[in-house]
């Protein structure tokens, strides 16, 4: 999965460097319910209201081989875009691959600062939906996705096993697996002594073709 964020008619772009370790699409309707004398309360169906999405990770201030990206300093590659977009209130595409996210947004918050023990700065930006007034639809960059399976790990599961019962063959569970360093990190930092398979049961993989 990739995430890229990007304006000015798409001919610049940040591609995200670390991903967040989950998000949240949020949507709803604009239904208004009100109370008829005599009747009781009813359910007037408004229209979609806007999409929100909340994304929290960190820009490395050193190299990461779990990276996304090759490394770039954060400050110059990162913040200062990021706040000029959030300043100038500017339309933004965001695309996340592996996902139906693809589609217009302001970024409606942003925030960041150093973590305590390395140079790396934590973020989070929240971004709304941006709709021209009288449209229906947003519209999208139709683009061909890959087959792409959340899974949380169980207790006798192993990346062979995984990537034959989710993408058919086990053939690229090397590549799976690389795809996912940064949850076996967090898994081994937690459980040191625990063996792979078994310190990731509980967490969430992500099985790619």
């Given amino acids: 999965m990739n995430i890229y964020i990007k304006w000015s008619n798409d001919t610049e772009s940040i591609k995200l460097p670390i991903n967040p370790e989950s998000f949240t699409l949020s949507d709803g309707m604009s239904n208004t ?3 008829v004398h005599g009747f009781g309360e009813i359910n007037l169906k408004g229209k979609r209201g806007l999409k929100e999405i909340t994304l929290a990770s960190f820009f490395p201030g050193q190299e990461y081989d779990f990276a996304q990206d090759t490394y770039k300093e ?3 590659n990162y913040i200062k875009k990021i706040k000029a977009l959030f300043e100038s209130n500017e339309t933004v595409h965001l695309i996340i691959t592996g996902t139906d996210i693809d589609g ?3 970024i409606d918050s942003w925030q960041y600062g150093h973590e305590e023990k390395n140079s790396d700065v934590a ?8 709709r021209m007034p009288g449209s229906e639809n947003v519209q999208k960059r139709q683009t061909k996705q890959a087959k792409t399976v959340t899974h949380k790990w169980k207790k006798g599961d192993t990346w062979q096993k995984l990537t034959k019962s989710k993408l058919g063959s086990s ?3 090397k590549d799976v697996r690389k795809k996912n360093l940064a949850v076996i990190k967090k898994a081994k ?3 040191p002594k625990k063996k792979e398979k078994e310190a990731l049961i509980g967490y969430k993989v992500v099985i790619k073709a």
Avoid: H, N
Wanted: proline content about 4%; charged content about 30%.
């Fill in 189 to 191: 930092k937690k459980y």
């Fill in 104 to 106: 217009f947004f302001t």
């Fill in 171 to 173: 053939k690229k569970w």
């Fill in 74 to 76: 954060p400050y110059e």
């Fill in 33 to 35: 319910t009100v109370t």
């Fill in 123 to 130: 973020y989070s930006m929240t971004l709304k939906e941006y």
